[in-house]
Each structure stands twice: as structure tokens, then as C-alpha cells.
């Protein structure tokens, strides 16, 4: 039942973001520069039917071969378009003819703009349940990402262990969904208004954690998270005192993470140059690394700096070649924290 019912919200009842009742599908992140010039390049058709619930474009992109799992009209395939450059290629996927059928139209259009002999996008249609079925090469894609879409899943594991397999070693899953604080109730998954609202899909966090590590992601890390706010008062009702996050998170195809974070005593210094970052470089929420400046890490995050498209940016101090146990301050962020709800018991490793 649920995906036809999101095929009808987003193909038939959503014309615009501002047909939207809750602020679950908008962002409010304030992307750098170069980010926020390349979204001015996307076209005002597709831009319009951006439903995204936050930044899902991470930095670091020349050349980059990149898969957009719920691509919608395509706005942030074209805006990748732009950042990967002629060198590299985007790939969107969605299930959803109508909203298809808008980037098709503009695809030849954006790729006359950024000055392209020919489009450097490609978009398939297919569900996000199903990617083994699709035409897309094992272990092919060195970034996937996705905007408030895994949420609307019938078989969310199912996405996150197609998204594994699709990327090559190094690789990430970099993405913004909506999470909720506990389990969402049956009667609510089958309303068809809070499910296309991005809401009653939501995973609850812990279930989140689970499910990405089962699938083979280890130590997932929060770069940014909002609570959100139900604007129609029908809704509010309706989900009552269950709260919700939207979450920008990472997830890097990485063997030999650990559970804990770490500590091997070594450090990073940055050298700077990642486009947008000049000063400080950030990881996650919790790793803000300034440029020049050795900065303690553990063993996972020193694995996510230099087993990556990033390892050009950081020099490594320390041998690791002997352990000093827990990483100190090992804590991760209550993402459902708000002005006077009481904090929760952190979830997760994150040094």
C-alpha cells in the first residue's frame, strides 16, 4: 500500500514544496558558497519540486562517480552535476514517473548550462527496495546520497544493504532522513497523509543504528540534525508525543571499524584545500579539525579520514601500534534535542 501511496503524493498531490503540511521535507542548512552556486544553476521547474529534508551534498566531489537514491525531479543530481564536474557522473533513481518525467525534460537544458558536451546525469527508473534489479554496477559508485527518501522505504535494510554493495571500498553513504524516538505505532504507518509527510516511516533512531551497522556500515556519525515541527494541527494531534529528527548522517563502506571509538594515541593535522572547508575541516558533529593544528582522534575517525577520499587532506601523527583503551569523551549527540525536552542516553560511537 505504501508505495503507491507515495507515488500518488509525490506524482499527484504535491505540485510545490509549499503544498507540504509539516517542515519534515524542507531544509534550512545553509549550504557554502560553492554549493549554494550550484543549486542556482538548477532550473526553477526542477527546483520547485525539491522535497529534500536536508543538505545531502557533502564536499569533495571533482570527478566523482555519485548515485542519488530518491532523486525526484532531479535537483540535486544537477546541482552534483555541476560539483563532480565533466570528469565525473551522477545517477538518479526514483520510482516516481511524474516526477522523472520533470528531470528528463531538463536534462539536456543543464547540461547546455554547465557547458557539458553532453549530460553527465542519468536517471532510472526503479525503487529503492529493489536496486539489485536495476542496471547499476556492483561497487561502481564512490559517493551515494539521499534527501529524506529511505524514510518512504517498505524495506529500509534492504536500501542500506544495496547502498553497501553499490559502493566501491572508501566509499559513502551520505544522506538526510527523517527519525523518530520510538517505534511509530501500525495505525499511524497506514495513514497515508503522515506517510507521505515524511513521518510516519520514519525509523526510530536506535533502529537506525542497528540497521546500518547490520548492513555493513560501522560506527555511523551525525554531521547535522534539526528537530522538527508539525505545522498543521490535525497531524500534531495525531502523532502525539512522538518526536522527530531530521538527520544528516555518514555512513563510510570502511572494514575494520570498531564498535568503540578507539584511542591508538595517534592525531591529525589537516592541510587544508577541501573547497568550502579552507579553515576547519568537519567530519561529523563532532569533529570540527582546524587547519594546521594537530587534533587527537581515534582509531575509526582516523580510518574515515584516510581511508577516503580525504586522505590527500590530513598527515597522521602516531604509529597506532599501541592501545590506550576507550577514546576519552566518547559520546553521540541526542538528535531529538530541543530548548526544554530533557536529553537522552546517547546512542552510538562517535569520539
Known amino acids: 500500500m505504501n508505495k503507491q501511496v507515495v507515488q500518488q503524493y509525490y506524482g499527484d498531490i504535491l505540485k510545490s514544496s509549499s503544498d507540504l503540511r509539516t517542515d519534515a521535507c524542507t531544509t534550512d542548512a545553509a549550504p557554502p558558497r560553492h554549493v549554494r552556486e550550484a543549486l542556482a544553476r538548477v532550473h526553477d521547474a526542477v527546483s520547485e519540486r525539491y522535497y529534500g529534508c536536508g543538505l545531502a551534498i557533502p564536499a569533495e566531489l571533482e570527478g566523482l562517480r555519485v548515485l542519488d537514491l530518491g532523486c525526484g525531479a532531479g535537483r540535486d ?27 528528463w525534460a531538463y536534462e539536456t537544458w543543464h547540461a547546455v548550462a554547465l557547458g557539458y558536451a553532453s549530460p553527465n546525469t542519468r536517471f532510472v527508473e526503479g525503487e529503492l527496495e529493489k536496486l539489485d534489479a536495476l542496471d547499476l554496477e556492483p561497487a561502481s559508485f564512490d559517493l551515494i546520497i539521499s534527501n ?68 555493513g556500515f560501522g560506527d555511523p556519525r551525525v554531521v547535522d540534525h534539526r528537530p522538527l515541527a508539525i505545522l498543521d494541527p490535525v497531524l500534531k494531534a495525531r502523532v502525539g508525543p512522538i518526536r522527530f529528527a531530521s538527520v544528516t548522517a555518514r555512513l563510510f563502506k570502511l572494514d575494520g571499524l570498531e564498535p568503540a571509538c578507539e584511542d591508538y594515541g595517534q592525531a591529525v593535522i589537516y592541510r587544508g584545500g ?18 594546521g593544528r594537530a587534533f587527537p582522534v581515534c582509531g575509526n575517525t582516523l580510518a574515515m579520514l584516510t581511508g577516503t577520499r580525504f586522505a590527500r587532506y590530513f598527515d597522521v601523527v602516531g604509529t597506532g601500534e599501541r592501545h590506550y583503551g576507550l577514546f576519552p569523551g566518547c559520546a553521540a549527540p541526542d538528535v531529538f534535542a530541543a530548548a526544554g525536552l530533557p536529553a537522552q542516553a546517547p546512542v552510538g560511537g562517535c569520539c
Open 148 to 215: 529524506c527518501v529511505i524514510n518512504l522505504c517498505t524495506d529500509k535494510p534492504a536500501a542500506f544493504r544495496a547502498a553497501h554493495r553499490l559502493l566501491k571500498p572508501g566509499g559513502e553513504l551520505y544522506f538526510s532522513d527523517v527519525y523518530a524516538d520510538r517505534r511509530i505505532p501500525a495505525d499511524l504507518v497506514r495513514d497515508p497523509v503522515l506517510y507521505g509527510e515524511c513521518l510516519s516511516g520514519a525509523l526510530y533512531w536506535g533502529d537506525y543504528q542497528a540497521v546500518a551497522i547490520a548492513a
Open 274 to 291: 577541501v573547497e568550502g572547508m579552507e579553515d576547519v575541516f568537519t567530519l561529523d558533529g563532532e569533529h570540527h579539525i582546524e587547519q
Open 77 to 103: 543530481v544537477y546541482a552534483l552535476a555541476s560539483l563532480v564536474g565533466p570528469g565525473g557522473h551522477v545517477t538518479g533513481v526514483d520510482m516516481t514517473a511524474e516526477q522523472l518525467a520533470v528531470a
